[in-house]
């Protein structure tokens, strides 16, 4: 049984139930490594400064996340002279489709970075498991070029915790997705706050 479903056990009142859930995630919070964190915004700032893409990738919860992520990371930062070039691969419906039906879906995100990642392009694979086929193989072909690779994970971390270059893990019992796509949408918002405010400071410094 794992967290959620213990706490639901012990906690059938809806308001009890939601301070259990908060608990939760406090814990989860303070399991974290900040270090992980830091490690992944050293290379957000990297590939900014040499110009280079930021793919996003992820299924179900973790494509919104990393919608969202590209989002924050493109747009919320307000960088504009030097941009965070972050770019979601969960978004065009119809290359998705295309690749799905013609290639399979485990090829989805593969078939774009082949397309599209140049040398130095940063891919960050968002992913509870860390086990979902189409991600591992994205992951492995930009490996196998030589460029970064970020792995957001949860659970035990699965295959992908082990082949990325910089890890951040959410440690949870096997399906816990709730708390795990919660803690990483915190990644994001924590990872896009830190980033606009060294953008301020640029140009705090300039004028």
Known sequence: MNRIDSLFAENRDPAAFAGGYLRYLAQLCAKMDPQEIGRFME????????GARIFFLGNGGSAATASHFANDIAIGTRSREKPFRAISLCDNLAMITAIGNDYGYEQIFLRQL??????????????????????LQAVEFANSRGNVTVGLTGFAGGRLREIVGISVHVPTLPGEYGPVEDLHMIIDHLVGA?????????????E
């Open 194 to 206: 830190f980033l606009m405010q060294r953008v301020r400071q640029e140009i705090s410094v300039l």
């Open 43 to 50: 290379v957000l700032l990297q590939a900014r400064e040499r």
């Open 114 to 135: 082949e397309n599209q990642m140049q040398e130095g392009d940063v891919v960050v694979a968002i992913s509870a498991s860390g086990n979902s086929p189409n991600v």
